[in-house]
T-cell receptor
């Protein structure tokens, strides 16, 4: 049974702070890792993907991957109220393009 | 352009109706997906098409019938649905059905079964 776990939150941070979202996964064969943002009533929107251990930065977002510890995280710097959404972690195991989604973390950025 | 389109945006249907959901992408992607999402839950995979062939069916009831007429189009035919089938139905596509590629989601169809 492949599992992807996220803290459901809600996570609240003040505007301008760093929001840290975490995700763990059970399948050591997982190859690729994705973060999606989903606003209420809307569809998931791809923010970042990461394949290799270490950090990957894109603007205010940094994805961090540690395959040995089987976790992937998303840091959002200078958080804005518009970042308030549910963040979904998705993990793609190595035998096909089947995503396993975590249950999502609800983030609220307080002005 | 990373756009996946879906029609209709909203659909209300009775349990005896037959309707279809449509999805289209023009990114040259060769893998397309149907997901079902209930409120406050993550998307659940229903079907995967790879190079226009059905490659994954996640034990979905036969009242849901997928069709891939060509590499850009994906349909989901609905018949004799139940109220518990009410959900957001999401289409997604990716470059191909390997483990590396990201999936792009369409805006979804909000389905209500009465």
């Amino acid at each position: 049974q492949k599992e992807v776990e996220q803290n459901s939150g809600p996570l609240s941070v003040p505007e301008g702070a760093i929001a840290s979202l975490n995700c763990t996964y059970s399948d050591r064969g997982s190859q690729s890792f994705f973060w999606y943002r989903q606003y209420s009533g809307k569809s998931p929107e791809l923010i970042m993907f990461i394949y290799s251990n270490g950090d990957k930065e894109d603007g205010r977002f940094t994805a961090q991957l540690n395959k040995a510890s089987q976790y992937v995280s998303l840091l959002i710097r200078d958080s804005q109220p518009s970042d308030s959404a549910t963040y979904l972690c998705a993990v793609n195991e190595n035998t096909g393009n089947q995503f396993y989604f975590g249950t999502g973390t609800s983030l609220t950025v307080i002005p | 352009d990373t756009e996946v389109t879906q029609t209709p945006k909203h659909l209300v249907m009775g349990m005896t109706n037959k309707k279809s959901l449509k999805c289209e992408q023009h990114m040259g992607h060769r893998a397309m997906y149907w997901y079902k999402q209930k409120a406050k839950k993550p998307p659940e995979l229903m079907f995967v098409y790879s190079y226009e062939k059905l490659s994954i069916n996640e034990s979905v009831p036969s009242r849901f019938s997928p069709e891939c007429p060509n590499s850009s189009l994906l349909n989901l035919h609905l018949h004799a649905l139940q109220p518990e089938d009410s959900a957001l139905y999401l289409c997604a596509s990716s470059q191909d059905a390997s483990s590396l590629y990201e999936q792009y989601f369409g805006p979804g169809t909000r389905l209500t079964v009465t």
